[in-house]
């Protein structure tokens, strides 16, 4: 892995519909859990001083903060890693943790000869963020992630109760986990 930091199971990812929610979020969740910032619908300064607000909130934690966002934009934020489709993860940044967005096996190879250090692969599951939208069900999950040579983070429509359905530790959520 390119960070020194290890991959943590459960992700909370923040989205505008959580926002208020994520400091307690963060304060609920196991220590090392990680936290994948997105909150695209701030103007630029507000961003980041949101971003610096919810890192310190992590860190008291011991959470990894990965940033949607360049590896650029990472590096200058303060960031331990980036999160994105394989493509917008590069040029990579040594130091930083490198998480893809998948939604398919084609998907899941390009990450993987990209060099992320992990994917997450969606919809599981039906989600707020995609109502209605086509989803991969347990059994195509596991089988994708099986045939994966990257770690996958389940994310679309997880709790806590369908990660244990899924048989599947590491998960990602927005609503299921704040």
């Known amino acids: 892995m390119a960070c020194a930091k ?3 199971a459960l992700w909370l990812i923040s989205d505008a519909r959580n926002d ?7 304060a609920a969740l196991p220590r090392g859990s990680g936290l994948i910032y997105r909150h695209y619908h701030l103007e ?3 961003r980041l001083a949101r971003f610096r ?4 909130a992590a860190r008291a ?11 650029l934009t990472g590096r200058e934020w303060g960031a331990d ?9 590069w040029p990579r940044r040594a130091g930083l943790l490198h998480l893809a967005t998948a939604h398919d096996l084609g998907e899941l190879g390009l990450a993987a000869r990209l060099g992320a250090d992990a994917a997450l692969l969606s919809p599981v599951f039906p989600t707020a963020t995609h109502p209605g939208g086509k989803t991969l069900g347990a059994v195509r999950f596991r089988l994708l992630a099986r045939q994966s040579r990257l770690p ?7 709790t806590a109760k369908q ?5 599947w530790s590491r998960w990602a959520a927005i609503d299921g986990l704040s």
């Open 20 to 26: 208020a929610a994520l400091e307690r979020a963060l």
């Open 44 to 46: 630029p300064a507000e």
């Open 53 to 56: 607000a919810l890192r310190r």
């Open 6 to 8: 290890t991959l943590p």
């Open 163 to 167: 990660a244990r359905a899924l048989r």
């Open 152 to 158: 996958v983070i389940a994310l679309g429509g997880m």
């Open 81 to 89: 890693g980036i999160y994105g489709a394989p493509r917008a993860l």
């Open 61 to 71: 934690r011991g959470h990894v903060v990965v940033l949607a966002d360049s590896a």
